[in-house]
C-alpha cells in the first residue's frame, strides 16, 4: 500500500486516493491517504478492516475522470465509504494537477469544501 509508512497510529480522516504522487500531494497540505497499487484495484480486505480501527473516518478521493468516478462508487458501494472527487468545472482530474494549475492556497480552500 503507497504511503503506508507515513500513517500515524490513529486518525479522524484517512483519504484513500489512486496513486503515490496524489498521496504526496495530500501529506503536503496536511491530509494523511493511501493509494492501492493501482486506481482499478483497491485495498487488500484485511487492511482496509484494520484502518477502519485506527481512523473514525474513511472516505475515496479518486480521479474526476470516467474510471475514477466509476472505480470509487464501486469501492464506496461495496466497502460502504464516502467518496469524493474534483468538481468537473474546475477542469482538471487529480489533486497534483489541481495544486500545479491553481496553487496551493486554493488548492487548501477546495479539499477544506470537499473533506
Known amino acids: 500500500v503507497q504511503g503506508e509508512g507515513m500513517l500515524p497510529y490513529k486518525g479522524d ?23 492501492p497499487t493501482s486506481e482499478s484495484s483497491f485495498l487488500p480486505s484485511q487492511y482496509f478492516l484494520k484502518q477502519g480501527e485506527r481512523f473514525s473516518r474513511i472516505m475515496l478521493f479518486f480521479d474526476s475522470d470516467e474510471t475514477g468516478l466509476k472505480k470509487a462508487q464501486e469501492f464506496s458501494e461495496k466497502f460502504g465509504i464516502e467518496y469524493r472527487y474534483i ?29
Open 13 to 35: 480522516l484517512l483519504i484513500i486516493t489512486k496513486s503515490l504522487k496524489d498521496v504526496m500531494v495530500l501529506y503536503n497540505l496536511g491530509f494523511i491517504s493511501v493509494a
Open 87 to 115: 468538481p468537473l468545472e474546475y477542469g482538471t482530474k487529480d489533486i497534483s494537477d489541481f495544486i500545479e494549475k491553481k496553487g496551493v492556497e486554493e488548492t487548501k480552500q477546495l479539499l477544506k469544501k470537499l473533506f
